[in-house]
């Protein structure tokens, strides 16, 4: 496993529902793992926990190569090592910058500022190479958005977390760009969307529903699409968000895939 939670909670006002709920989730070393979700139904508190940048209420969070780490208070200097790269919602690269200087600042930051090779394989995999000496701030949003996967990607982290950009959806497309990471870099990717066909590219998907995992796809192909749709609509509400800890949405294109607690759980550190 690449990353996993046990029992995580994340409780931000008391007196409110917890924005994760006993959510026990794993993800693959090398997988691609879409979220998918209502609003509000804890997907980038999922992801701000994993990356540490929110501590559990409640329950653990691992991360890490070969057996995952806990992700204790040190995680930020993991943060800054770069076991763990983390494009928010609002992540934008610096606009007068070209691609090649925001991805250089990205490796300085890394403490790999002479690494320009790897900068531009980065940005060859995710398809920038002809826009490396573009301003940032001149590219369509989805590329801006692949900007910061790139710069994450410098530190050669583990696992890559992609929010949704607030300026729309993480696209089939963008997706299709994040699998190549798994295959070439062998990096984990876990990213949230809200579109179906890009959900339908990824290895598994995950939804969230306030704040509990209420089913896993796994592989799920372009026959579930429709599916993928109807459930993010919440059209199959009474089925599919069953608030049941990693239970299956009731449907035959989706299984009980979640991999579960981990066969070796290590000690904590
Ligand atoms: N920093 C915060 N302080 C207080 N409450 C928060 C905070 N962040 C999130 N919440 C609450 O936690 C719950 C889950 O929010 P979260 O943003 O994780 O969901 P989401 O699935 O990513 O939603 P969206 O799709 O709208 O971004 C919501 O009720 C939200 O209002």
Same mark, same amino acid.
């Given at each position: 496993? &690449?990353?996993?939670?046990?029992?995580?909670?994340?409780?931000?006002?008391?007196?409110?529902?917890?924005?994760?709920? /006993?959510? /026990?989730?794993?993800?693959?070393? $090398?997988?691609?793992? &879409?979220?998918?979700?209502?609003?509000?139904?804890?997907?980038?508190?999922?992801?701000?926990?994993?990356?540490?940048?929110?501590?559990?209420?409640?329950?653990?969070?691992?991360?890490?190569?070969?057996?995952?780490?806990?992700?204790?208070?040190?995680?930020?200097?993991?943060?800054?090592?770069?076991?763990?790269?983390?494009?928010?919602?609002?992540?934008?690269?610096?606009? $007068?910058?070209?691609?090649?200087? /925001?991805?250089?600042?990205?490796? *300085?930051?890394?403490?790999?500022?002479?690494?320009?090779?790897?900068?531009?394989?980065?940005?060859?995999?995710?398809?920038?190479?002809?826009?490396?000496?573009?301003?940032?701030?001149?590219?369509?949003?989805?590329?801006?958005?692949?900007?910061?996967?790139?710069?994450?990607?410098?530190?050669?982290?583990?696992?890559?977390? @992609?929010?949704?950009?607030?300026?729309?959806?993480?696209?089939?497309?963008?997706?299709?760009?994040?699998?190549?990471?798994?295959?070439?870099?062998?990096?984990?990717?876990?990213?949230?969307?809200?579109?179906?066909?890009? &959900?339908?590219?990824?290895?598994?998907?995950?939804?969230?529903?306030?704040?509990?995992?209420?089913?896993?796809?796994?592989?799920?192909?372009?026959? @579930?699409?429709?599916?993928?749709?109807?459930?993010? *609509?919440?059209?199959? &509400?009474?089925?599919?968000?069953?608030?049941?800890?990693?239970?299956?949405?009731?449907?035959?294109?989706?299984?009980?895939?979640?991999?579960?607690?981990?066969?070796?759980?290590?000690?904590?550190?």
């Amino acid at each position: 496993m &690449a990353a996993y939670t046990t029992g995580l909670t994340k409780t931000y006002d008391p007196s409110d529902r917890p924005a994760l709920d /006993n959510v /026990n989730v794993a993800f693959r070393a $090398g997988e691609l793992c &879409a979220i998918m979700g209502p609003p509000g139904a804890g997907k980038s508190t999922l992801l701000a926990c994993l990356a540490g940048h929110e501590p559990p209420s409640v329950g653990k969070v691992y991360v890490g190569r070969g057996d995952a780490r806990p992700w204790l208070p040190q995680q930020v200097r993991q943060i800054c090592r770069g076991e763990v790269g983390f494009v928010l919602s609002h992540s934008r690269p610096f606009p $007068g910058r070209t691609v090649l200087e /925001n991805l250089e600042w990205a490796a *300085a930051l890394a403490g790999r500022p002479d690494d320009i090779a790897r900068a531009e394989r980065v940005a060859g995999i995710l398809g920038l190479l002809e826009d490396l000496h573009t301003p940032a701030g001149h590219l369509p949003a989805d590329l801006q958005h692949l900007t910061m996967c790139a710069a994450a990607l410098l530190p050669d982290p583990s696992v890559l977390l @992609v929010d949704e950009s607030d300026t729309g959806p993480l696209s089939a497309s963008t997706l299709a760009v994040l699998r190549r990471c798994t295959a070439e870099l062998g990096t984990t990717v876990v990213a949230v969307t809200g579109s179906p066909e890009a &959900a339908a590219l990824a290895d598994r998907v995950v939804f969230l529903a306030t704040g509990r995992v209420a089913g896993i796809i796994t592989r799920p192909a372009e026959d @579930v699409v429709h599916e993928l749709r109807e459930i993010f *609509a919440g059209r199959h &509400a009474s089925r599919s968000y069953v608030p049941e800890q990693g239970g299956p949405p009731a449907s035959s294109s989706a299984s009980a895939a979640d991999p579960g607690p981990p066969e070796r759980q290590p000690a904590d550190a």
